[in-house]
């Protein structure tokens, strides 16, 4: 009962498949939660998540053997890993790119008037958003000034 070493690390699939594959999974799942998704009230940030299934998932097919070699699950997470990576270097240094990467805040209250429009927009419910108000020390919506919630889904508070 000795490990097969070849069929461990050797490559049963193309890398230029995995490679192929893993950067056309992450880039449909990034516009998808990028343009459907968005954002929730607190959540962790979308590309985090994407991220972390992704790999979880890539990294289990390598290795429980559907894809019957560690080297093939590697090369899909190592290819998952660098388009994650591009994306944020891409958005720190171009920013004609950071409207379209990452969503702009998006104003809640403006002088102490909720903005529906923008909380059905985003699925979010008068309740979310008075517990996010109350967790900021806010009791009454007639004090605050401006609420945005943030790229990262937390609510921001200005009171006035």
Same mark, same amino acid.
């Given at each position: 009962m000795s490990p097969d070493w070849g069929a461990m690390f050797g490559l049963s699939v193309s890398p230029v498949e995995l490679i192929v594959r893993g950067s056309a999974m992450y880039?449909?799942?990034?516009?998808?939660?990028?343009?459907?998704i968005r954002r929730r009230v607190g959540a962790v940030g979308m590309a985090d998540i994407l991220v972390l299934v992704i790999i979880a998932d890539a990294a289990q097919n390598g290795m429980s !053997?559907?894809?019957?070699s560690v080297?093939?699950?590697?090369?899909? *997470?190592?290819?998952i890993v660098a388009w994650d990576y591009l994306i944020d270097w891409l958005n720190y240094h171009v920013p004609a790119l950071r409207g379209w990467l990452e969503p702009p805040p998006l104003l809640l209250i403006r002088d102490g008037r909720v903005i529906r429009r923008n909380l059905r927009h985003e699925f979010v419910t008068e309740d979310e958003l008075?517990?996010?108000?109350?967790?900021? !020390? *806010?009791?009454?919506?007639?004090e605050v000034q401006e609420a945005r919630m943030e790229t990262d889904g937390e609510v921001s508070v200005i009171k006035r």
């Open positions: 880039l449909f799942l990034f516009v998808l939660f990028r343009v459907v !053997g559907e894809y019957k080297t093939d699950g590697a090369i899909l *997470v190592g290819t008075k517990s996010k108000l109350r967790e900021k !020390g *806010v009791t009454d919506i007639a």
